[in-house]
């Protein structure tokens, strides 16, 4: 069984998700990232779109996210974002963080 390591995504307004994860699948700018137990140290940025999470039952958790940030040190994963929504797979999460760009941009405009 895969190690487990706490994970935590927040947003300005609530956390998103947090628990015990046995790997976290982000996008960043320069490509997709895969994180297990025990990763080296790292800080980026997160790319709009879908983060997975699965967690130590099995269970796996789809995070629309838009844009925002990654850090991973001392077996802890936390990302932080301006908008976040939970939804049931790849292809909503893709859905989920083009809406919240684009209400972003209509508060931004007007």
């Known amino acids: 069984m895969a190690k ?3 994970v935590d995504v927040v ?9 015990e994860a046995t790997i976290v699948v982000a ?5 997709e990232l895969g994180i ?11 790319a709009t779109g879908p983060v997975e999470i699965e967690s130590e039952s099995g269970e796996r958790t789809t995070i629309g996210v838009h844009g925002g940030f990654l850090q991973v040190l001392n077996n802890q ?16 999460a893709r859905e989920a963080a ?9 508060e931004e405009s007007g």
């Open 27 to 31: 996008r960043t700018p320069e490509g």
């Open 11 to 19: 947003s300005p307004e609530a956390t998103i998700w947090s628990g």
């Open 77 to 92: 994963v936390t990302l932080i974002t301006d908008r976040a929504q939970v939804t049931e797979d790849a292809a909503a």
């Open 36 to 46: 297990m137990a025990d990763h080296e140290p790292l800080m980026g940025a997160l």
């Open 4 to 6: 487990a390591f706490r």
């Open 98 to 106: 083009a809406e919240l760009a684009e209400a972003e941009e209509a």
